[in-house]
DNA sequence: GTCTATATGGAGATAGAC
DNA sequence: GTCTATCTCCATATAGAC
């Protein structure tokens, strides 16, 4: 069980490969020669390092989850004030999703109808005690007329909508609207843009 | 070739089964035989009928693209007020979405990175020309201080990903955030509200 | 048109030499 | 740890009887 430099070596270029193979086919379509390929090593190299398919997929699933529920659990765990957390999150998001524009689809996809795994991991990150909070900081900014009335979780889920759809849609929106533009700059603006419209829509 | 109504209630069944199948699992983890299953028939007549795999899904892919092209096609070739385009827009896709809930992520799965068929299909339907003129009429609101300055682009790309963002994340959205709700319900009166909300963040 | 049986290829996984 | 060769299963697709 001692572990070289170069299994080591290995064993990331693996991960690596996988996360992209992965990201682009999804489970079903993702080929285990292919991976080994972009590894740089063979297949049966793949297999001794990590046991099966499902084993290597498990684990690439599961950081890509993490990376999407962590940012959420932060800002709903966030103290601060409603505006600043809505800039936060956002620019939060996009960063990521700069960083990793496949997390949205490849989770999405993967997860098809079965949302257990996202069940057990928000327990993990604290997602339900940070809920109530914001729910109810919602709640009080729209009773002290900070506000305009709106369902708390939808407010949430359009801030997360506004964040992440662009990333999904990225192929399909380049034809469709954004034909010549570079979409990495027009992105990396997008952060401050995007709390920007959420935030003039519900202030008073 | 003549068809009797049989066959005809045959290839409409197989259709149905596509329909589920693909857009629940995807191409590659779509399965023949649990097609043949669904629309009631062997695995031999569902070759007999529709020749290959890929025959069969290109068909169903299509028939989805359609669908969510066609109704962005109409709204931007609609020569109405701009509050108003955005209300219909909005409201036809939550009609489409609420019948076909799986088309944006079967779409954007498996639209990957090639986005050949959608280009085709946009100059059948005339999206160019219908783009230029919704580009120049939220121009002209801005110009004349109807609206907030906004990129154009990011304001139909906006009211598509609140339209459309929900959908695809349904699964993972019901256990983070409406755990216990009624989200048919919910996305019935949302239409309205994603309106809403877009009006009220660009509107002076 | 509809079925059973089968051909064919591909993909995950392992055996076993080095 | 690393490789080549191979096993096994499963999915698409077709042959051919009825």
Known sequence: MKENK???EARENILAAARLIFAAKGYAG???QEIADNAGINKALLHYYYKSKDKLFEQIFQEALVKIIRPLASFLADDSELFQKIRNISRIYHEVLIEYPFLPNFILNEI???PSRVLHLMNVEGVLVGREKTFKQIEEAIA???IRPINPPELILNI????MFPFASRPIAQELMFKGVD???MFKERADQVADFVIQSIKI
Chains 1, 2 share one sequence.
């Open 160 to 163: 997360i909508s506004l964040s």
């Open 30 to 32: 993702a080929r285990m």
């Open 144 to 146: 002290s007329g900070k």
């Open 112 to 114: 098809s109808t079965d």
């Open 183 to 185: 979409m990495d700059e």
């Open 6 to 8: 170069k299994s080591l």
